[in-house]
Structures are given as structure tokens and as C-alpha cells.
């Protein structure tokens, strides 16, 4: 299957910074990505859609000034969270779809990242 | 996009078949049916997905009702590799639409 990679695995920061994490689709380029993020014994919350050349959309409650997404190209995205608290510690998952058909049964299949692990102390 | 239902939890024996079920009753035409699987601390991985015959791959079957309101998805030999949580997903076919992830199923698999 398509290969989605995530920079950095792990990242311990201090209340009050930002991190930035990327999101990089290796084998096939997406105008679309997605950002999630997942909370202990939860289910994989869609924060946010990054559109390639074009501002991100947000899900309801989630703040587009702390987190920020940049599609820069088509196999990058960027989600930085800035002004970071320790309730922003979570595990941050991006995907990204492959081109319409390429994966086979007649649509786009949505490939995944292999997550983020954020501390925030 | 529509809702689905799983059960909370499941298990099997290592080298059974692991048969998981999902609801998806108010499933609509342009909808497809996705299975996904999370081991702890991962991405999730996909597995397979279907509009409304059966499709087999090198990981699982998925065996999608006549009606298209259930389905059913099938690891022919379960190892101890294959305990995570399984989502069955309904996404509408339009390029780029998003997936809404239930809490899916948890299946243990045991020695």
C-alpha cells in the first residue's frame, strides 16, 4: 500500500512552545490531508482537512490560530501547535488519500501516518 | 455519512478465523464500507473496503450484505499480530471526503 511517514515520532516540550509536526506522503502526492489527533482509550478525532495551495478547514471546536497547517506541496503538510499546555499532549495521526482509483474498488482510500506522540510539560 | 455499530469487544483463538461484525443499517447508495485496524500505539493501517460485492486481499475478506445494511469482515487464520482495534467506517465515494472513526472493535487474539 501507499506509504504516509510522520516527522518527528516523539516530542517532549515545554509549556508555552510550539512544535511543528510534518506529515509526508512518500509514494504518490495528495492535494488533500488530514490531521488527528487521539486521546488515551479514545477514537481517532479529525481535527482539521489540509487543502494543497489553500487555507485548511477545521472541524468544529478546534482553534485555527493554535493549530496551525501549512499544505505546502503535494506530498507535505504541517500542523503546528502553538502556545503549547499539557491538554495538548496527545497523539497527533495525519493521512493523506491516494489519486482517485489508484488504489483499486472504484474510489480513494485514505492512508495513514504512523503518529505523533506529543508531550507537553 | 452513516453511522455503524460494533460490538465492544471479541476474541478467537490464534490460527481461527476472526468473523467481525458491523452495522451500517441507514447505509446509502455512494457509500462505501472501509475496515481500518489500530495496534496500540499506531496509525491505523487499512484493510479493506467494499461498495457492495464481496472483495478478498491478501489480509481479510469482506462479505457485505445482500441489503448492504451489515458486513462482515474475515481474517481467515487470526494470529497474536492481529489483536487491535478494528473500525468499520461508511465514507461517501467523492474524492478526498473524510473518515469518521466509531470506537470501534477489540479484538484479542489468544494463544
Known amino acids: 500500500g501507499a506509504v504516509v511517514s510522520q516527522h518527528p515520532s516523539w516530542v517532549i516540550c515545554k509549556s508555552g512552545t510550539s512544535v511543528k509536526i510534518e506529515c509526508r506522503s512518500l509514494?504518490?502526492?495528495?492535494?488533500?490531508m488530514f490531521w488527528y489527533r487521539q486521546f488515551p482509550k479514545q477514537s481517532l478525532m479529525l481535527m482539521a482537512t489540509s487543502n494543497e495551495g489553500s487555507k485548511a478547514t477545521y472541524e468544529q471546536g478546534v482553534e485555527k490560530d493554535k493549530f496551525l497547517i501549512n499544505h505546502a506541496s503535494l506530498t507535505l503538510s504541517t500542523l503546528t501547535v502553538t502556545s503549547a499546555h499539557p491538554e495538548d499532549s496527545s497523539f497527533y495521526i495525519c493521512?493523506?488519500?491516494?489519486?482517485?482509483?489508484?488504489?483499486?474498488?472504484?474510489?480513494?482510500?485514505?492512508?495513514f501516518g504512523p503518529g505523533t506522540r506529543l508531550t507537553v510539560l | 455519512d452513516a453511522k455503524t455499530t460494533q460490538p465492544t469487544s471479541m476474541d478467537c483463538a490464534e490460527g481461527r478465523a476472526a468473523n467481525l461484525p458491523c452495522n451500517h443499517s441507514?447505509?446509502?447508495?455512494?457509500?462505501?464500507v472501509y475496515w481500518y485496524r489500530q495496534i496500540h500505539s499506531q496509525g491505523p493501517q487499512y484493510i479493506i473496503h467494499?461498495?457492495?460485492n464481496n472483495e478478498t486481499n491478501e489480509m481479510a475478506s469482506l462479505i457485505i450484505t445482500e441489503d448492504r445494511k451489515s458486513s462482515t469482515l474475515i481474517l481467515p487464520h487470526a494470529t497474536l499480530r492481529d489483536t487491535a482495534v478494528y473500525y468499520c467506517i461508511v465514507r461517501v465515494a467523492i474524492a478526498n471526503s473524510k473518515l469518521t472513526f466509531g470506537k470501534g472493535i477489540t479484538l484479542s487474539v489468544r494463544p
Open positions: 509514494d504518490f502526492q495528495a492535494t488533500t
Open positions: 493521512s493523506a488519500p491516494t489519486p482517485w482509483g489508484l488504489a483499486g474498488g472504484g474510489t480513494d482510500t485514505q492512508y
Open positions: 467494499g461498495l457492495k
Open positions: 441507514t447505509i446509502s447508495g455512494n457509500e462505501y
